[in-house]
């Protein structure tokens, strides 16, 4: 029997929302899903935790800054077809942010736009939507992060 080994690529994702539940968005300027709308983040660097991946790439990618220990962890998502480009490992938080944060694209995103929670009709990259999905049932229930009026 021959051994199949994998690549698997480790990334860290932000589901960044405002009080009033608007939730912060990237366009992606890079392939694959280049012009869609997506979560920041990114690689895990070598000798990064996914943790400080989340907060580097949210401020490279946006501009906006937040504290490790303010990011909450939602989930781990590792379906082996989450990514066109291979077997990709996320690990995904959720942070509130002031209700006045503003955001700027940066490093690989066209652009950015804060969205509501619950927006209909709004498709995001990857398997985005769903971590959007989970964080806001997360959100949704007092005394876990805090309360997100709607």
């Known amino acids: 029997m021959t051994e199949v080994f994998e690549t698997i690529r480790f990334t860290a994702d932000v589901v960044a929302v405002t009080p009033a539940g608007?939730?912060?968005?990237?366009?992606?300027?890079?392939?694959?899903?280049?012009?869609?709308?997506?979560?920041?983040?990114?690689?895990?660097?070598?000798?990064?935790?996914?943790?400080?991946a989340a907060a580097r790439e949210l401020a490279e990618e946006t501009g906006v800054q937040v504290a490790l220990e303010d990011l909450v962890l939602v989930g781990v998502y590792d379906a082996p077809k989450r990514d066109p480009r291979g077997r990709y490992v996320t690990v995904a938080y959720a942070v509130t942010v002031p209700a006045e944060t503003t955001a700027h694209a940066g490093d690989d995103a066209a652009a950015v736009r804060w969205v509501p929670l619950d927006a209909p009709g709004v498709e995001l990259a990857f398997d985005h939507g769903r971590i959007v999905c989970d964080a806001w049932r997360q959100l949704s229930q007092p005394g876990v992060y805090g309360e997100v009026s709607s």
Do not use: M, N, Q, Y
């Open 22 to 52: 608007d939730v912060l968005l990237i366009e992606r300027g890079w392939a694959p899903f280049e012009g869609c709308w997506a979560l920041p983040g990114g690689h895990v660097d070598p000798g990064e935790t996914s943790r400080e």
